[in-house]
C-alpha cells in the first residue's frame, strides 16, 4: 500500500470514529488484465475476437501493447470503435477493450500465442492469448439437397431447398450465388429472409437456403444444370441442382407472304407453299400435312412428312393441287393440316378454279367455223 493510499485511510477511519459511525472496508482492485476465453481455434482466413478487462485499484492510464504476432498476422487493440494504445481504468469498475486477431488465408496450422501487456504505476501484467490454427480438413463448408432434381413445364418456377451448414469452430457470413443456362434467373436467399444476399451461421450450424429458377419463355425440353455457390473468405460450397423442362407440343401453320389465297385451272395441278412453324417447347418429330378439299380434287406434299423440327424453327411445304376436270369456275375452301404428335395446326386456303384457255380457243376455233360456213353459204345461194 501506498503512503498516499495509507493517508486516505488512516483519515477515512478517524472521520469515522469522530462521527461515531463503523467503517466499512471496501475491497480495492487487483491491477490485472484478463479475458474469459485466453485459447481460441479458428479457420484460416478468419477473425477472432477476445474481450479484455483492465483493472486497476485506483483511477489512472494503463498502456497496453500486443507482442508475438506472427508474421502475417495482425492484432489489433480496440476500444469505442477505435484502435487504442492506452485506457483510463481504476476502481470497482474494469475497462473494457476488444483484441483483434486476423489470421491470413494462407497461415500455417498449429497454435500461435500472442501476448498482451498493460503497464501502470504499479508494475506491468501480461495476458498470454493462445490461437490455434486449423489445417485443411479442420473446418469447412457443405451444402446439400435431398432433391436436387425438379420438372415442370416452361411456364413452371423450380424451387429447391439447400442445406447449408458451417463445420468449422467460427461463425462465417457466407455470400450466396445462383447460376443457370443463359436467359435462366437464379435467385438464392436464407429461406427466413427473402431479401438476403448473405447467410450468417456460427461454428458447427446450419441454415435452410431456398433456391428459385426461372427458365426464359422461349426453353426448350431438356434437363438444365444450376449451381448454387456459397462462400466465405477462401472457403466455398457449391450444390448441384438440375431443372428438367417437359416442355409443351404446339405448332402453327401459314403462307410465305401470310396470303391466303391461290389460284389454279380445272383440271390442271397448281402448287401452295405453306410454312409449318414449330411454336411449342419440344422437338416436333413426324410431322405430315394433309388437306380438306373438295370431292375429285387431288392434293399432293413435298416433303410429305417432316422428321422433325426444332422448337422455334420452320419448314416450308410445297402442296400441290389439281381440281376435278369438271369443276366450275369460282371460289373453294381448301382446308390444310399439319400434324406432329399432340400438336396440330390448321389453314385455310381461299382456291379460285379457272376454266381451262383451251376451251377459249375452242371457242373461237369454232366461231371462225360458223363464220366461214356462212360466208360460203352466202356466195353459193345468194344470187338464187
Request: charged content about 5%; overall charge negative; aromatic content about 6%.
Amino acid at each position: 500500500m501506498t503512503r498516499t493510499r495509507l493517508a486516505a485511510f488512516v483519515l477515512s477511519a478517524g472521520l469515522l470514529l469522530i462521527t461515531g459511525i463503523s467503517p466499512v472496508v471496501v475491497a480495492a482492485a487487483t491491477f490485472n488484465v484478463t479475458t474469459p476465453y485466453p485459447a481460441v481455434t479458428i479457420q484460416p482466413g478468419n477473425t477472432v475476437t477476445f474481450n479484455l478487462d483492465v483493472a486497476v485499484p485506483t483511477p489512472e492510464r494503463v498502456d497496453l501493447a500486443v507482442s508475438g504476432t506472427p508474421s502475417g498476422w495482425t492484432a489489433n487493440l480496440r476500444g469505442g470503435g477505435n484502435i487504442v494504445n492506452a485506457v483510463f481504468a481504476g476502481g470497482a469498475t474494469a475497462a473494457a477493450v476488444q483484441l483483434s486477431i486476423t489470421v491470413p488465408p494462407d497461415a500455417t496450422p498449429g497454435s500461435q500465442t500472442l501476448t498482451v501487456t498493460a503497464s501502470a504505476s504499479e508494475g506491468s501484467r501480461t495476458l498470454p492469448i493462445e490461437v490455434t490454427v486449423l489445417g485443411a480438413t479442420g473446418g469447412a463448408i457443405t451444402m446439400t439437397s435431398a432433391f436436387p432434381q425438379l420438372s415442370g413445364a416452361p411456364s413452371s418456377t423450380f424451387t429447391y431447398s439447400v442445406a447449408l451448414a458451417n463445420t468449422g469452430t467460427q461463425k462465417e457470413t457466407y455470400t450466396l450465388q445462383g447460376q443457370g443456362p443463359a436467359g435462366w434467373t437464379v435467385s438464392v436467399h436464407p429461406s427466413g429472409n427473402a431479401q438476403a444476399l448473405t447467410d450468417t451461421i456460427d461454428g458447427g450450424g446450419n441454415d435452410t437456403l431456398s433456391v428459385t429458377a426461372q427458365p426464359p419463355t422461349t426453353v426448350a425440353a431438356g434437363a438444365y444444370p444450376l449451381q448454387v455457390t456459397a462462400t466465405s473468405g477462401a472457403q466455398s460450397a457449391n450444390a448441384a441442382l438440375e431443372a428438367d423442362v417437359t416442355g409443351t407440343p404446339a405448332l402453327t401453320m401459314s403462307t410465305p407472304n401470310q396470303v391466303l389465297n391461290a389460284q389454279v385451272t380445272a383440271g390442271s395441278t397448281g402448287t401452295v407453299s405453306l410454312v409449318v412453324t414449330n411454336t411449342g417447347s419440344t422437338i416436333l418429330q413426324a410431322v405430315s400435312v394433309t388437306a380438306a378439299a373438295p370431292t375429285g380434287w387431288t392434293t399432293a406434299f413435298a416433303p410429305a412428312t417432316i422428321a422433325t423440327i426444332q422448337p422455334g424453327a420452320s419448314v416450308t411445304v410445297i402442296a400441290t393441287v389439281k381440281p376435278s376436270s369438271d369443276a366450275l369456275a369460282g371460289d373453294y375452301d381448301v382446308t390444310y393440316t399439319a400434324t406432329g404428335g399432340a400438336a396440330t395446326g390448321t389453314l385455310d386456303i381461299r382456291t379460285t378454279v379457272q376454266t381451262s384457255p383451251l376451251w377459249g380457243f375452242i371457242g373461237l376455233v369454232l366461231i371462225a367455223l360458223v363464220i366461214v360456213g356462212l360466208g360460203w353459204v352466202f356466195r353459193r345461194f345468194g344470187r338464187r
